[in-house]
């Protein structure tokens, strides 16, 4: 079992940018791809960025591509997605999950955070 617990979230002008942060218990963290995801009111969750296990490979939604950066840090079970020039399409909340392999597919990951909420303002 992991469990996993967001934080980071909160209220950002559209520009500005904001660091979620995702702490893993349980298990070897290591053993784990780490993804971020988001749901917004009315639509359904979607991938935004995903990491392998030493943090080299990554991958990244168009909507996040030069925006977003997703990074962890095994010494502290942690996983982190920065967030730059936010956008009011941005707003939803952020979930972080665990997986087998590196993987898009929300269906793939194991083991799921209980969300921070990200609103942005135009």
């Known amino acids: 079992q992991v469990q996993l617990v967001e934080s980071g979230g909160g209220l950002v002008q559209a520009g500005g940018s904001l660091r979620l942060s995702c702490a893993a218990s349980?298990?070897?963290?290591?053993?784990?791809?780490m993804g971020w995801f988001r749901q917004a009111p009315g639509k359904e969750r979607e991938f935004v960025a995903s990491?392998?296990?030493?943090?080299?490979?990554?991958s990244y939604a168009d909507s996040a591509k030069g925006r977003f950066t997703i990074s962890r840090d095994n010494a502290k079970n942690t996983v982190y997605l920065q967030m730059t020039n936010l956008k009011p399409e941005d707003t939803a909340v952020y979930y972080c999950?665990?997986?087998?392999?590196?993987?898009?597919?929300?269906?793939?990951?194991?083991?799921w955070g209980q969300g921070t909420q990200v609103t942005v303002s135009s």
């Open positions: 349980g298990t070897n963290f290591r053993r784990y791809a």
């Open positions: 990491i392998g296990w030493i943090g080299i490979t990554t």
């Open positions: 999950a665990a997986a087998r392999g590196i993987t898009s597919g929300a269906h793939e990951y194991d083991f």
